[in-house]
């Protein structure tokens, strides 16, 4: 029976390696197959071929150009790919190409571009697109042209100048469920003031990289169908009023974060929102949590990792559906308060990398994960722990 098991094994093992090794073969083979199509239309440096698919017909159905310069003629043979489905030509580069050509393209539902290299007005003739990206510097016109494919549902937006964004126009886009902008100059940029006023529907939004003011918060605060907020470079402000952000009544992930730690806080408002489950608050110097946190009573997971807590937060045992707690990385010289063994539903604790965390170990039967310093004066008081 061993014997058998064995050779069973064996054999499995055999045949896991042969099923792996013919679909790395056949992604090769299809990979060349691509190279041979694009080739007869032009395209002689495989270097820029850097994502080529194919489907059972020989037809490219994926298409990615990276790094040469792209031609016009490039564009009208990509053009004649009448099963393409998505284009990826956003590390391109060219100048004043006409796209107008890629309306042939009935099934293209996913677009990244760069649109320092093509004509403003060729873009709104494209149809049925329902996922955009695109990176350049991003005038009102270039919005204006995108707010024209009425079947779009996912925007990502890489604005590389100084000049504020104004992305008022995306109100007509109804089925727009995700934005995600980040401004990639190192300058940074602004919202013009009412950016974000009228867009409906929007579920997820992700700002990085921007500078933020009092309209802005206010006209994110009118985009009552939001689920997800993201704030990058948030600089926490004591002047701004966050207390609008408590219109945001279907809110259930918040997400601080920045690259540096000179901040010093996050606004309180934000433990009232009434549907917020999942909390993440990264490298923002955050030094304190304020007693509010308790006014958070749907809240699952909080992740305050690498910021500059000296103690435990307060009010964390009231937080009784708290699944998943992440206090690393930071300066926490305290004792684990004995009463967060009374979250019956905790499933996951992070407290390594701080300065000296005392007292005993969790004991909640829940806990699948611990995650504890060697350095840490712990009483351990199970033996599944897990230390650093």
Known sequence: MIIKSFLKGINIAIFSSFVIASKVADKNNNFEKCKEILKDQGFKDDSSIKN???????????????GNTLSQNNIDSI??????????????????????????????????????SIQDESIKVIKNLKKVEIKGNVTKNIIDQF????????????????DQLCLRNLEVLTKLSTLNVECTNSKGSGFEDTSFAGIKNLKKLTMKGFTYNQKDFTNISKLTTLEELTVSNYKYVESLNHSCLEELIHLNTLIFENSNSEVYGIPIAIFNLPELKRLIVRNVGLNVIFDEIKNAKKLEYLDIGNNKLTSFPPNLHTLKKLRYLDLSKNLIKDDIPKSLNKLSNLEYVDFSENKGIKGMTLTNPSLETCLYDNSSSLCKAKKNEMFR
Do not use: P
């Open 147 to 162: 707010a024209l494919m009425t079947t779009i549902e996912e925007f990502n937006i890489l604005h590389n100048s100084d």
């Open 52 to 66: 080529c698919i194919i489907n059972n017909k020989d037809e490219i159905v994926v298409l990615t150009l990276s």
């Open 79 to 116: 053009s004649t790919f009448t099963s393409l489905e998505e284009l990826d030509i956003l590390s391109t580069e060219g100048k004043n190409l006409d796209i107008e050509s890629l309306q042939k393209l009935k099934k293209l539902s996913t677009l990244r571009i760069n649109i320092d």
